[in-house]
């Protein structure tokens, strides 16, 4: 069957723009059916917050400590001021065996028996 | 996938829920006390009864008597707090956990005239003793425990 002049240019069109559709589609498809598709990422996206939160929780789950600590208590600074107690001292010592730290104020004022009140 | 998302907040909420209960919460006992030779009044404080004999070694004394305390439980680490006496007060400032220990600030006042002043990194395993001034024919000592 032969074509007229306004089928042939028709047909001609229509092929061409069936040409230029396919990989556009096809890319769509790909988009689709592929492994990083939106949803996927977001999914892989929560799934490795989650992981993180469960890491971190149970690092520092793991960090709490269980035990008491063998450390002795340590005394960092200590001041009197010499106004009020020009004559005092203080010295720090350690008893390792009763794990007891001391801090030792000596020379302060000493106080009538009524200080003892509660 | 509609089960997915409950599925992974019931994780989260476990998770979170582990990391919650393991955050240490932990009582800071401040006690002023007075040590005498003279005969007991009333039986020694619980608290005191633990580290009684290190502080009869120490001080010599054989009996201790309370005359303030405050006890604290300590949620952030940095709370503070006041262990008073009708003339002594011992005001604890708490500057947060460090290394199993908690650095204070320590101030102990004789009514309003600060007597002393120290910072110190109570360990949870060691308490604290310090010496005050001579009351009467006894002394007064501060002990700093955590429970």
Redesign the interface.
Known sequence: MALSNADFFSHQLRERLDRENVPVRSEVDAMQAGWWTIRRLL?GG??SL?VF??CT??V??DR??SS??????????????PT??PNAT?SMFE?KD?????????G??????????? | MRLRLPLLIAILSVAFSIGGASLPEQTVWSGLIIATNSPPTEPTPAEVTQIEGTLRKLFGYSQFQLIGEARKTLKTGEEDWLATSKYFSLHVDSRGEKADAYVLNLKLFQEQKLLLETKARLSKASPLVIRGPQVGDGQLVIVLVVQ
């Open positions: 999914w929560i799934t989650a939160a469960i929780v149970l520092f789950h709490t400590p008491q600590s063998q450390y002795l208590t340590q005394i960092l600074e200590y001041r009197v001021d009020v107690s203080i008893k009763d794990h007891v730290t001391v801090l030792w104020v000596d302060l004022q000493s106080l009538p028996p009524e200080y003892a009140a509660k």
